[in-house]
């Protein structure tokens, strides 16, 4: 059975703060990119799942936009240590971190009574993609034999890129304006050239200490803003933070007043299940291979797989086709999504179908 969460509601002043905008940075290397896909949501992340504003284009993507262009994660002022990564659902993954050792962390030299004992905290970020957004659910375990106070720290911001800038081309662009946030949410707002206004929102499950980052206090970091929440831990206890990103659009107004719109509207049920039955619908009306060689049969479930990953909605309700290529070539490309349909029309024809309804 499909299963949604949702977060509390909030009445909490606004607070407004200047986008301050970096230089897009040319994405000219994808390695060591952890890739997650639902739909036309895409999300790029480095392998401890942070996306930086560096030269791999990392990001939360909605089509050929760039949603979210910073989201880091820091405990007690240091990255996590990474142990093990896993995207194997496509649409869901989970990263495993603990905390540092103290030797590398200067503070806990000089101060250790205030320090986190050496990698005694298992951290774990599950990501999950629906159609609605990105729930984001982070996990801190103590494993030490003593209560210990854990401090998290999550910067965000978003340049509001379309995918050509990310890779290098020069564009004019339209106006950021500045964010919206309270203890709870935070509103991203950028005005298009096309008289658009876009909207990355971000809802936390629960308060946290709120402050604007300015570009030369963090210059390898990128964010906006900054969330800081501070907890104990008993020894074997643990503590969960959840985070959900969504995005929405409408005219923009004429003066570009950032407050003209709605900046705090409750969250989008995120459906953990939605993409576990979207790939078991797939693979049922998908030709079924069995052959006695376990690495070939592997094989073909694993591309079946990233097949339905490279699946696109549109243009028109109701419609889909294969995208030509995640990060760079998300979407229509007439000849790559036609050679593909006729390249599997043995293990699944209704590719063909539908790719055909679209190019019509």
């Not at 990119?33 to 504003?53: A, E, R, W």
């Not at 081309?169 to 203890?183: H, I, N």
């Not at 995640?326 to 593909?340: E, H, K, M, N, Y």
Request: charged share 25%.
């Amino acid at each position: 059975m499909a299963t949604a969460r949702t977060m509390p509601t909030t009445t909490d002043e606004i607070r407004w703060i200047e986008a301050s905008p970096r230089p897009i940075e040319k994405a000219t290397d994808l390695g060591n990119v952890q890739v997650l896909k639902h739909s036309n949501l895409y999300l790029l992340t480095d392998q401890f799942g942070d996306i930086h504003p560096d030269g791999r284009g990392l990001g939360l993507y909605d089509g050929d936009t760039r949603r979210l262009s910073c989201a880091i994660l820091r405990v007690s002022g240091q990255r996590p240590v990474l142990l093990q990564a896993s995207t194997g659902s496509n649409y869901r993954g989970t990263i495993q971190l603990t905390n540092p050792r103290l030797e590398r962390n200067l503070r806990d030299k000089v101060h250790p009574e205030e320090s986190l004992a050496s990698q005694k905290l298992g951290i774990a970020r599950r990501r999950t993609l629906a159609a609605a957004g990105l729930e984001e659910r982070l996990r801190i375990v103590n494993y030490s034999e003593a209560r210990e106070t854990v401090e998290l720290e999550l910067e965000f911001s978003n340049d509001a890129a379309d995918i050509f800038e990310v890779r290098g081309y020069p564009r004019d662009r339209g106006t950021l304006l500045p964010v919206g946030a309270t203890e709870t949410r935070a509103t991203f707002q950028y005005d298009g050239l096309d008289g658009y206004r876009t909207r990355t929102h971000v809802a936390f499950s629960e308060r946290g200490e709120l402050e604007a980052v300015r570009p030369d206090d963090t210059p390898n970091l990128g964010g906006a803003i900054r969330y800081r929440w501070r907890f104990p831990l008993a020894a074997g206890a643990s503590h969960e933070l959840t985070w959900i990103v969504w995005s929405s659009e409408g005219p923009a107004p004429a003066d570009h007043r950032a407050e003209a719109t709605p900046l705090v509207p409750d969250p989008p049920a995120i459906i953990e299940d939605e993409g576990t039955a979207a790939y078991h619908a797939w693979n049922r009306s998908t030709t079924a291979v069995a052959t006695d060689n376990e690495l070939f049969n592997l094989t073909v479930s694993r591309s079946v797989a990233d097949l339905r990953l490279l699946v696109n909605d549109g243009p028109a309700e109701g419609q889909r086709y294969i995208s030509a290529g995640v990060p760079w070539f998300t979407t229509l490309f007439g000849r790559d999504s036609i050679i593909a349909a006729i390249q599997t029309l043995a293990f699944r024809p209704q590719i063909a179908v539908e790719t055909l309804d679209v190019l019509a």
